[in-house]
């Protein structure tokens, strides 16, 4: 089984994240499910973006829930990166799900939105069977649960024992967070613990390491949510080349 590669933001070292320019970036360097976030507008539209504001990522300034869509829309999300990616705009969820849906899975991380109204955008599309959903808020987790029973669920492994896992939240997938201090869950027995519990497995980590790789490889782990996808592509394409006689 070859690990997948989750594009966290897309390919957000390259270009400017959760837009369109980093997720094409993302898939052309080997990735096979795109990771962004949702929130929503005054108005109820909804967009993907990370930040509780629009401050950090655009040319504007406050909380998108306060914002109305047309304000959101003339935005520049691309600027501030790079003047490569000038006039960018914030993607609207249904817009970006239906541009991708041909090339990618999806890891949708609900922050705060309408998950009626995400459900509504996923099923109108049909593509369920391709996504999973999230959220640090159980209040979205379980909101994702009930507006759409058929897209499958992701959890933190630190929510709980596996049990917990898969009966309150009704979990299919599981990630893990390796990191280089106490946060870090991503241990071989934890692994273990969530693969004879029928959970999917995931790690989150930020870093470029070939010991990390080796583990996720070695440990049979299903994904891998990075920032560095090409480098994870590369390690992964080169165990699984043919060996020289």
């Not at 950090?56 to 914002?67: K, L």
Request: charged share 25%.
């Amino acid at each position: 089984m070859m690990t997948q590669i989750a594009c966290h933001r897309g390919a957000r070292l390259c270009a400017p994240e959760n837009t369109c320019p980093a997720f094409e970036a993302a898939l052309a360097q080997g990735g096979d499910v795109l990771e962004f976030d949702v929130r929503q507008t005054r108005d109820g539209v909804l967009y993907v973006m990370h930040d509780e504001t629009v401050d950090r990522t655009t040319n504007g300034t406050g909380p998108i829930a306060e914002m109305t869509s047309k304000e959101v829309d003339a935005l520049d999300a691309g600027a501030w990166f790079d003047t490569r990616f000038a006039a960018t705009p914030v993607p609207r969820l249904d817009a970006f799900l239906d541009a991708f849906k041909s090339r990618a899975a999806f890891y949708i991380e609900v922050k705060w939105a309408d998950c009626d109204a995400i459900a509504q955008i996923i099923h109108r599309l049909d593509i369920a069977a391709q996504c999973y959903t999230c959220s640090f808020s159980e209040e979205m987790h379980l909101g994702m649960l009930r507006a759409a029973p058929d897209v499958a669920q992701m959890v933190h492994w630190r929510r709980g024992p596996p049990e917990v896992l898969t009966e309150k939240f009704d979990a299919t997938i599981v990630e893990f967070y390796a990191s280089d201090d106490a946060e870090n869950d991503f241990t071989l027995e934890n692994v273990r613990a969530a693969q004879a519990a029928g959970l999917a497995t995931q790690v989150y980590s930020d870093t470029v390491s070939p010991a990390l790789f080796a583990q996720i490889r070695d440990w049979g782990v299903g994904c891998l949510n990075t920032d560095h996808v090409s480098d994870f592509h590369a390690f992964r394409t080169a165990q699984d080349s043919p060996k020289a006689p």
